[in-house]
């Protein structure tokens, strides 16, 4: 049996769906093999991962920690975490990992033509795979971080972050999700995209489930504030199969997510130049984007969640597709009553009977 | 746009808000006296005050954008009586009474009458299903009926003739010892154009709230699974491609195939005036074989106003071919030019089975996906009745019908009662009647009858007082909104729905320079308008610039040909402008309201089919 890689690129072969890259990971590097514009980067895999708490001995405390996780209560954690996440992000890297990663990111820098190049450290979790838990936002990614040792302390801030107190009491249909096994993390590194606007995008309506619509959130720069919700985004309604845009609304945005070279991280800064009247994407972008969702959609099978970038020449990047999770979940209701004749259906209408209920009504579960 | 207007009609439907009371209109001055024109029931009357005054009028511009000449209230009368009892007495339909009417003014308002009593509303559905659901369950049977039924009377219509009094009636009503004699042929001849036009008028309506019934389910459908879905997508996957509105137009793209094939453009090119294009093409070779063509095109489908039928005013194509030889200019420009002028047929019928496909698939189950099914193959099948009955109705019978009346026009001229044989339109058909006995009479008599002094000056008056009223501007609505509107007609023809009443409310014409309107045709233009309120004007547009009128006709073709956008004041997504407007991919916004008081010529405006709104970017000085 051949070792498992330490490092996985996301356009290698054996990529796609490979589950050393984690969910997010495995998952863009299905992306890569259709086709879709996604920034190139590799994975740090869950074999690294698994390699390094071996090596260092940190694994049986992990594993003791996730088993008394269901009974710790939430402030708890902190104190009971706190000798395991020092270990990981302190003890020495085994050498021949460290130079897999310090390899790795010379060959980024190099196809990308930057040294020091600006790249986002992404956690791509295993137990991104559970059934119905995306653990959306619970785990970290860092952005536009340069050189390798900056990506190396990232990469251990990801691991640690597995024991963060938020993963460890996460509960998915009322059970802790992480008790259950030995859940290994992957770390992208991935090229930064210089975005002149960024968002996400819905291949179904997220308010009602209408699977006819693409809805996007977008902003002006990084779309790191639509992904927090502290920039209102603009808004933009697609018609999926007439591509038209049935709805806009603009905001005028005041403030961006930027890289700011002076603190050299990303914050958000106010905007200065003209653009902040106009609507970050035009028609012609909205629809590019909304012609991407479909066909994402379509490759998938399922309604998706994608987060994108376009960078300062136009170009469109996508940065993370997964599954849509709240609305693929709940039970498919019927809009009609069943087995009725139309010519029925329409005779009751004149009689002021509706003939459909409307669409998936937002009651939460 | 549906969704931002409800929030705002729920907000303004709190304050109650009503429109002005039709008993508080003032006449223009110089209009005084206008009530002699109409009926006393088609008047707002002071003895019925409190039920008047509580009711919503709306303007019909759609059907009657400019006072009605007296003759010309038949149509309206017509359809007061045909559409109303067909929905009260015919069906019934559960929900829906008739549709009254008055005149204001000059102007048509009309208000819907509703069902709201649930006892009642279940008592008028047990014969509305039986009723209803005959028609339904055999829809192709009977328009195929009804085909014939239309054809049989135009038919009767092409007949009737109206000749002027002989000195001696003719020998074979002497010597066939038939007792009846030609003042009596005369009299029969107008009962029966009279009884001819409103049996048509009987059989306009006999399938249409039918029609769109089946049409407004399946919308409704689609807006409840896809809300936000755009009406013209819903309309895109039930329409037709070879509806009968079409033909006349395509006749033309093939008189323009034919005179390129016969080596005859240049003639065509070279000559604007119709004569003398005919004539030029007469004398040309091989212009006898264009001529045959045309002639063979002409009949019937010639028979295309260029408004919407209600109006003897609207010109046809069959007198007045200026309309379809622009058409053929420039579609003998752009096959020279090395286009194709045939209508993407196939193209047009595999997007809507696909755009039909997608959304079938995007159903959360396999019952809706059934119940998706079913409406729209009834849609389907209900529609071509809705599209092409247009032609049957308003354009082939009604033109020949106003011809009709044009030949009576001249009986009364060659009478000595009229100097014009249009004055007959300043006549309401009742006061025909009476004038034509008069003629009865000076000719059995032998002394001058009263008519031959009687006429002239009443004419001349009322003349006068249309010409004053054509300058006013009638509000949109009059009276008090009502809680719901459920006939099917006023919301599929009028496009008046809740929001509109609040939109009409709540209207600062020119406040914020914008006016919202049913979003009838997708896409953005920007541009200056022209503002048409008279058919003659149409002449005036030059290339580019945006068509902002009362209402448009379908027959209007050539015009859309050279403008951007077009915008209307009346009319909803069924609306004869929106079909055609789709048609040629120019954006359109309908029922605005008051485009055209508030919108002049040359001013620089956006309109905006997306979103059913037009912007004035700039006023003209």
Known sequence: ?365 | MQQTATPQAAASSSAKARFTSPFDITTPEGAEGWQELYPYYALISPERREMEDEKLWFFDGMHSPAPLYPFDTIMTENWWVAASQMSNRVWPIPLALGIDHRIINGYLYISPNAVTDPDEVAKRAEHFNARAGHYYENWDTIYDEWVTKARDCIERLKVIEFKPLPELVPDEQVFGHRGLYSSHDLLTAYNTLIQNMLEMGSYHFEMLNLGYGAYLTFREFCQEAFPGISDQTITHMVSGIDILLFRPDDEVRGLAELAVELGLDEVVLANESPEVMLAAIGAAPNGDKWLAAYEEAREPWFWFSTGVGYTHEDPVWMNDPRLPFTALRGYIKALKSGDDIRRPLDEILDKRTQVTAEYRELLPTEDDREAFDGLVELARKVYPFVEDHNFYVEHWHHSLFWEKVRELGDLFVAHNFFDDREDVFYLHRHEIYDALYDVLIGWAVGTPPRGEVYWRPLIARRKQIRDTLCRWSPPPALGVPPETITEPLTIMLWGITPETIDEWLGVDATADGELRGVAASPGKVTGRARVITDFAQLYDIEDGEILVCRITAPSWAPVFQRVAAAVSDVGGMMAHTAIISREYGLPAVVGTGFATTSITNGDLIEVDGNEGIVRVLDKEA
């Open chain 1, 1 to 365: 049996m051949t070792q498992a890689p330490y490092i996985l690129w996301l356009d290698d072969a054996s990529a796609p769906g490979n589950a050393l890259l984690g969910g997010k990971f495995a998952s863009l590097a299905h992306s890569t093999a259709a086709g879709l514009a996604v920034p190139p980067g590799f994975g740090v895999t869950t074999a690294a991962y698994r390699h390094f708490m071996t090596a260092t001995g940190l694994a049986e405390e992990a594993a003791r920690i996730r088993a008394r996780a269901p009974h710790m209560a939430l402030n708890e954690i902190k104190g009971e975490t706190a000798r395991l996440v020092e270990g990981i992000k302190t003890a020495p890297l085994p050498p021949e990992l460290d130079t897999k990663i310090r390899e790795s990111y010379a060959v980024l820098e190099r196809r990308t033509g930057v040294s020091e190049t600006p790249v986002a450290v992404r956690s791509s979790g295993e137990s991104e795979d559970l059934e119905g838990a995306s653990f959306a936002g619970q785990y970290e990614t860092y952005l536009w971080i340069c050189g390798v040792d900056a990506v190396i302390r990232h990469i251990r801030a990801c691991w640690a972050g597995m024991f963060g107190d938020a993963v460890l009491s996460y509960r998915v249909d009322g059970e802790n999700a992480v008790a259950a096994g030995d859940f290994g993390m992957c770390v992208g590194i991935q090229q930064m995209v210089q975005a002149r606007a960024a968002g996400v995008m819905f291949t179904l309506n997220p308010l009602n489930g209408d699977r006819s619509k693409v809805v996007m959130e977008a902003c002006w720069g990084l779309g790191e504030g639509v992904v927090k919700g502290d920039i209102t985004p603009a808004q933009f309604t697609v018609d999926k199969v007439t591509l038209e845009i049935l709805d806009r609304k603009t905001v005028e945005q005041t403030e961006t997510y930027c890289f700011d070279p002076a603190a050299g991280e990303v914050t958000l800064m106010p905007m200065a130049d003209e653009r902040c009247r106009k609507p970050c994407l035009d028609d012609e972008q909205v629809l590019e984007l909304a012609k991407l969702a479909k066909q994402i959609e379509r490759q998938r099978g399922a309604p998706q969640d994608i987060e994108w970038a376009i960078g300062e020449r136009g170009e469109l990047r996508v940065l993370q597709v997964r599954p849509e999770t709240v609305w693929s979940h709940r039970e498919t209701k019927s809009l009609v009553e069943k087995g009725q004749s139309p010519v029925n259906r329409v005779l009751a209408r004149f009689a002021g009977v509706k003939v459909a209920a409307k669409a998936a009504q937002g009651e939460s579960r």
